[in-house]
């Protein structure tokens, strides 16, 4: 599975983004997907996961409320909508495809990255 991140960019605290992973090469369907994130000198920390159907959705304590993960199956599409953004979620941020899992052993597949960068 070949993924790629877009979306990234710098948002103001308090607003809004809305990442975007494109996957390509299998069945979509067929992986749980991830978003991850990680902060300069952290380690990649698990942010939302969604099971293949999209049925089943977990959060980080961080983010809930605040994010939202979704996707799209017929477009082979991954999203994450982040509101409510805090100088803390600045990271790059990583989707990922695998089994349904919170942390990063769980993922098979990693997409580049996308930086994320709030000012206060």
């Known amino acids: 599975v070949q993924l790629v991140e877009s979306g990234g960019g710098l948002a103001q605290a308090g607003g809004s983004l809305r990442l975007s992973c494109a996957a390509s090469?299998?069945?979509?369907?067929?992986?749980?997907m991830g978003w991850f994130r990680q902060a300069p000198g952290k380690e990649r920390d698990f942010v939302a996961a969604?099971?293949?159907?999209?049925?089943?959705?977990y959060y980080a304590n961080s983010v809930k409320g605040r994010f939202t993960i979704s996707r799209d199956n017929a477009k082979n599409t991954l999203y994450l909508q982040m509101n409510s953004l805090k100088p803390e979620d600045t990271a790059v941020y990583y989707c990922?495809?695998?089994?349904?899992?919170?942390?990063?052993?769980?993922?098979?597949?990693w997409g580049q990255g996308t930086q994320v960068t709030v000012s206060s």
């Open positions: 990922a495809a695998g089994r349904m899992s919170v942390t990063n052993q769980g993922y098979n597949y």
């Open positions: 969604i099971g293949g159907s999209g049925g089943n959705t």
């Open positions: 090469g299998r069945t979509f369907t067929n992986y749980a």
